[in-house]
């Protein structure tokens, strides 16, 4: 399951924003930006960020745990 900033991480993955994008928009280095997507490529299997991107955008089905790890 992603940790929360990882899910915080995603969601701008899948809002189209780059990794120097999302490091500003959190104040943090792109380097701390580079590992959160590389845990989160990792945690999910997945080869690429639009993977990623396309996985924020799936809506949880009722009763369920978003796709990313989230309970709404």
Known sequence: MLT???REVAAL???GLTNRDIAGR???SKRTVDAHVEHI???LGFA?????AA???VP?????????GQAR
């Not at 690429?48 to 990623?52: E, P, W």
Request: no cysteine; proline share 3%.
């Open 4 to 6: 929360a900033r990882e």
């Open 13 to 15: 993955v899948a809002q």
């Open 26 to 28: 959190l104040v943090v």
């Open 41 to 43: 490529l990792a945690k």
């Open 48 to 52: 690429s960020r639009v993977q990623v």
């Open 55 to 57: 996985l924020a955008r």
């Open 60 to 68: 949880p089905q009722a009763g369920q745990e978003l796709a990313l």
